[in-house]
């Protein structure tokens, strides 16, 4: 019913995540105007930051896999200038920063799936332990007969569990499981 109109912005825009019991004290604190309220997957509320750099509007999300924190999209162009405010003002809060590799490691131990590595259009919700998700009243939709069997009358036949990672590399699709404990 309504008009809406597709773009690829990726070359335009960068993200950053701040993430943790500390984010939204953190996200506060760069944009002097009290922490912005705590956002469920998939919600977003735009924001107003202050760097060296002058203030400028920042789009907050909250997090699909419904981790504490944010996913801060901004133009590319002003990354650096938010990284910077977001690393001098974190320091005070005890922010480590970290890249996505170290993100990938906690969210394979925690069992938190991402589209593309633990689950795809083939996956069930249910399989994936994505329970939030999962509507039984709502009516139908694709998959629910499926999702309601299992849960009703059997299990699936694959199931989501973390993982315990050494090192500090998260393991690739395909790689293979050499120990139970």
């Not at 009703?152 to 790689?175: C, F, I, Q, S, T």
């Amino acid at each position: 019913t309504e008009q809406v109109e597709l773009e690829d912005v990726t070359g335009r825009y960068g993200r950053l995540a701040v993430l943790g019991p500390k984010a939204a004290e953190i996200v506060g604190a760069i944009s002097g105007g009290g922490e912005p309220c705590a956002l469920e997957p998939g919600r977003h509320n735009e924001w107003v930051v202050n760097t060296q750099d002058g203030d400028f509007v920042i789009r907050l999300a909250g997090p699909p896999d419904g981790t504490e924190g944010y996913y801060i999209f901004v133009a590319r162009a002003r990354l650096a200038p938010l990284w910077a405010a977001i690393e001098t003002t974190g320091k005070a809060h005890g922010l480590i920063p970290c890249g996505r590799e170290a993100l990938t490691v906690v969210q394979v131990e925690e069992a938190r799936p991402q589209f593309g590595r633990e689950m795809d259009e083939a996956t069930l919700a249910i399989e994936a332990k994505l329970y939030p998700a999962i509507s039984y009243t709502k009516g139908c939709y694709l998959g629910q007969e499926a999702v309601a069997r299992m849960t009703y009358r059997g299990k699936p036949a694959k199931e989501l569990m973390g993982l315990v990672v050494e090192g500090n590399a998260a393991p690739a699709p395909g790689d293979a499981l050499v120990a139970m404990v």
